[in-house]
């Protein structure tokens, strides 16, 4: 993707893997089955100290 190891070191895992995903959409990659994962609701963020959205 062409990040140095010292900013993958700084990125939140949440910012590598929206990096990821935008970088495999821009050069033709391919979503696993059933979309990867299941959306997390609010209530489970909120108790996992997500908010803002």
Known sequence: MGF???????????????????YAGAHGGKKPPGGGGEEMSEDRMRDLGIEGL
């Open 4 to 22: 140095t190891p010292a900013q993958v070191d700084r990125m939140g895992m949440w910012e590598f893997l929206a990096c990821l995903d935008g």
